[in-house]
């Protein structure tokens, strides 16, 4: 069939009902009836020969060809959205763009008051809007253009996704001061002697450290484990545990705890974070801008 024949409107629609998984909180994103969805969606499906979704409870649940299509949907809309915008010439100092941003927790403390401060100085009018996904999501996500651009570790992604290796980090370990045992030095038999707290979003699973510690066939003491750093450097504030964590993070963190900040007794690798984006707006001006301005943050961080 022709693309002269279709509606590419129908496509915007199927876009809203795989989001929402609901024609009624697609009519309304769309701002359109709820008949208006259901009609749309009648055609599509007469064109493409399949129901694309189907009703399970409250929920509308995408077919196995509506999963296989989702991504292909989305960069050709994204594409052609860049096509029309790309018309408006991006000038920092008038825009009033909102760019959305993927970023783990222990990024975003480190990246976001330089960036922003960046961002302030060259584009008043700029907003940031930053949330945490699932990275078996980034890819969909940055095709779809419903986030700008992603910072992650190193992902199995495809093609279609840019990456620029950021300036690694490195690990340290955390003691209070007045540790009974631990005095601004740190070996890899004192480190094991004593009881961690592990960082983790998981329910369970090794860290890195662990990891390397099980590969030469040694086991540190957990005592605690939970989800947020700076919970943890609470607790190492009223006992003997330590805890291993990211050192930029680390730094942030420490202006308010004033621990032992001591070098990881044990070799690891550097913590290697990556900028992520879609090819689709791999030459586009305001993300080519936006992904500056966070190169030269990140550069500019404190080692």
Request: hydrophobic share 45%.
């Amino acid at each position: 069939m022709h693309i002269s024949k279709v509606d590419l409107n129908l496509f915007v629609v199927f876009d809203a009902i795989y989001t929402e998984r609901s024609l009624t909180r697609a009519s309304q994103k769309m701002n359109l009836t709820q008949p208006a969805i259901s009609h749309a969606l009648g055609r599509l499906r007469l064109l493409l020969d399949d129901p694309l979704f189907e009703r399970q409870g409250h929920e509308m649940v995408p077919t196995p060809l509506a999963r296989n299509i989702v991504g292909q949907v989305r960069s050709a809309l994204r594409g052609l959205e860049l096509t029309v915008n790309s018309a408006e010439r991006f000038d920092p100092a008038t825009s009033e763009r909102t760019f959305t941003l993927a970023m783990r927790d222990v990024v975003e403390p480190n990246l976001l008051p330089p960036l922003m401060a960046a961002i302030a100085a060259q584009a008043p009018l700029v907003g940031v809007n930053v949330l945490r996904m699932a990275r078996t999501e980034l890819e969909s996500e940055l095709a779809a253009g419903t986030v700008d651009a992603g910072i992650d570790v190193l992902l199995p992604l495809s093609d279609h996704i840019r990456t620029l290796r950021l300036p690694p980090d490195e690990t340290v370990v955390f003691a209070r001061r007045g540790h009974p045992h631990v005095q601004d030095a740190l070996d890899l038999d004192l480190y094991l002697r004593q009881q961690h707290i592990q960082v983790s979003a998981r329910r369970s699973g090794p860290s890195l450290e662990d990891v390397e510690l099980s590969r030469r066939g040694l086991q540190r003491r957990i005592r605690m484990r939970c989800q947020h750093y700076y919970t943890a450097c609470s607790v190492v504030s009223q006992t003997d545990f330590l805890l291993t964590m990211p050192a930029r993070y680390g730094h942030v963190l420490n202006q308010q705890f004033n621990h032992q900040v001591l070098p990881l007794p044990l070799a690891l690798p550097a913590i290697d974070n990556h900028l992520y984006w879609h090819a689709n707006v791999e030459h586009d001006p305001a993300h080519m801008w936006l992904r500056a301005r966070i190169a030269e943050v990140i550069a500019a961080l404190p080692a």
